[in-house]
């Protein structure tokens, strides 16, 4: 079981930043991957940027050279760090954990989610 406790959510304007937060915990952490999604109104959750336990990054073509996705493996957090936020940045961002059991057992867990509204 694992949880994931998100922070850093909130108002800005277009161009300002935020830095989103996530902290895991739980019995038996073996966290592979970890990453933030986003789902803004009438779409689909999204996938913003993924970090895995060495240390490789993956963006959205949409927030590449914006974003900045770290991790401390340590700490099992995960952080995204977002510069020159536009509006159409606004959504629900949801961190995501890929907890590894076993070889052959993997298992998502998701947060609760952390709004970010980029408005003028």
């Known amino acids: 079981q694992v949880q994931l406790v998100e922070s850093g959510g909130g108002l800005v304007q277009p161009g300002g930043s935020l830095r989103l937060s996530c902290a895991a915990s739980?019995?038996?952490?073996?966290?592979?991957?970890m990453g933030w999604y986003r789902q803004a109104p009438g779409t689909q959750r999204e996938l913003v940027a993924g970090?895995?336990?060495?240390?490789?990054?993956n963006y959205a073509d949409s927030v590449k050279g914006r974003f900045t996705i770290s991790r401390d493996n340590a700490r099992n957090t995960v952080l995204l760090q977002m510069n020159c936020l536009k509006l159409e940045d606004t959504a629900v961002y949801y961190c995501?954990?890929?907890?590894?059991?076993?070889?052959?057992?993997?298992?998502?867990?998701w947060g609760q989610g952390t709004q970010v509204t980029v408005s003028s």
């Open positions: 970090v895995t336990s060495g240390g490789s990054t």
């Open positions: 995501n954990a890929r907890n590894r059991a076993t070889y052959y057992n993997t298992r998502d867990y």
């Open positions: 739980g019995s038996h952490l073996n966290i592979d991957t």
